[in-house]
Every structure is written in C-alpha cells, then in structure tokens.
C-alpha cells in the first residue's frame, strides 16, 4: 500500500499567487516525520520544511508553511507568493523507523510546479 | 554551510561492468544513506549505514550492491556487474542523529547511464 500519496502530478500557478501541494500519509506509528523536498530540473534535491508528529504549530519556513492535518492524515505544503524559480517537482517523505534500529525516508511521486509570469 | 558531495556528477558505463559511487557525508554526521531515482519516478530508500555497518536494506539491494565507509570521510555505493536497469540517479544523504527534526542532507546525485 502507498504510503505517501501525492495526488498531482502536475500543477500550474501564476507568479506572486498562493499555492497547495497536497500529500497524505499513511502509517500506524505514533510517532513520525513528514518533510517536503524540492527538486529542480538540475535533479538535486532540497530539503524546504519538516513537520513531526507532536509538533503543535503547523511549520514555517520563510513561504514554506505546512498544513498539518494529523486526523486526516494530510501534510500539504503551501508556497505563498510564487516565484519563477519555485518552477520544480516536489516531494513529499516521511520518515519511516526500520527494524535495524534505522531510519528511511518513504518518498511520494512527486508534483510538478510549473509558475507562469 | 556544510554539504554532501558526491562524485561523479555524471557516470556512463557499460553492462556488465562495476561502478563506485563516492560521497562525502558531512563531517560530523553519523548516518549515511543511498537512495535511488529512476528518472520519472520517485525516489526510493536502498540502504542505510550507522557505526560501520548495515542498518537497513531494501529489497532493491541485492548482492551485486555494497556499501563501504572506507576511510573517515568518504562512504561509496558499489554496482558489481551493472544492468541496464541500474540507470538512474543516485543521492547519497546523511543525517546527525536519527529520529529527530534534524532532517537528512542529500548531496546532489550521481547521474548512472548504463548503455
């Protein structure tokens, strides 16, 4: 079973506009991590924001924000105020602890932002 | 700020043959970790490394993959007999400590064309 749904596989949003990537998760674990990473057509890939499980507040980073519905299992990642350069795919991770005593990160399929002037 | 680095940027190769992949994890991180990207698709975990061994595999690892940290600083992803199924993009990433907020550092990849 799918455990991080990415549910767009491309999405378009003009420039200076609000938009929501949308992800949910799937896990029994109490505890766990969700992260959001950008991936620019350079192929390299960057880390934008995290969101633990107890956290309270939903995080920010700068025009990251991330909407934490823990109850509907949802961690969509909203990017206020586009700029060309948000132009790139997106992932949604979570962090997942193995039997090994390790961690791994359980990726979704991706979103393609494409930000039009 | 201190980064991953991964060489080389770029690697052709041809079927059959072995492949290193070399990273440098930052200095005073203690895991290290390979993943995988088929391109198109999404990334997937292969392996994770933590006191000088295996922590966890997928089952995307099989024989013909191992791991080494050889020396303090570098840590490699060896192919023995590469297939053409093996093209895609390899990050190395690493991590301080596990299971905190500290997120894992992924370097910039490693393109593998196996021709």
């Known amino acids: 079973a799918q455990k991080i749904t990415q549910t767009q596989p491309g999405m378009f949003v003009q420039e200076k506009e609000a938009v929501t990537l949308d992800c949910t998760y799937d896990t029994s674990d109490p505890s766990y991590g969700l992260f959001w990473y950008k991936q620019p057509s350079s192929g390299e890939m960057i880390f934008l924001i995290y969101q633990g499980s107890y956290d309270q507040q939903n995080a920010t980073e700068g025009r990251y924000s991330l909407n934490f519905q823990k109850a509907r299992k949802s961690a969509n990642l909203v990017i206020s105020a586009s700029q060309l350069g948000d132009s790139a795919m997106y992932f949604c991770?979570?962090?997942?602890?193995?039997?090994?005593?390790?961690?791994?990160?359980?990726f979704g399929k991706g979103t393609k932002l494409t930000v039009n002037p | 700020e201190p980064e991953v680095t991964q060489t080389p940027s770029h690697q052709v190769t041809q079927m059959g043959q072995e492949v290193i992949l070399r990273c440098v994890p930052i200095s005073n991180h203690l895991y290290f970790y390979w993943y995988r990207q088929i391109l198109g698709q999404k990334v997937e975990f292969l392996v994770s490394f933590y006191n000088n061994e295996i922590s966890e595999k997928s089952e995307i690892f099989d024989d013909q993959f191992s791991v080494e940290r050889p020396d303090g600083s570098n840590f490699t992803l060896k192919i023995r007999s590469t297939k053409l199924e093996d093209s895609a993009m390899y990050f190395c990433?690493?991590?301080?400590?596990?299971?905190?907020?500290?997120?894992?550092?992924f370097g910039p990849g490693t393109r593998l064309t196996v021709t």
């Open positions: 990433a690493s991590s301080k400590i596990r299971g905190t907020l500290h997120e894992q550092y």
């Open positions: 991770a979570m962090r997942e602890f193995t039997q090994g005593g390790s961690e791994k990160l359980v």
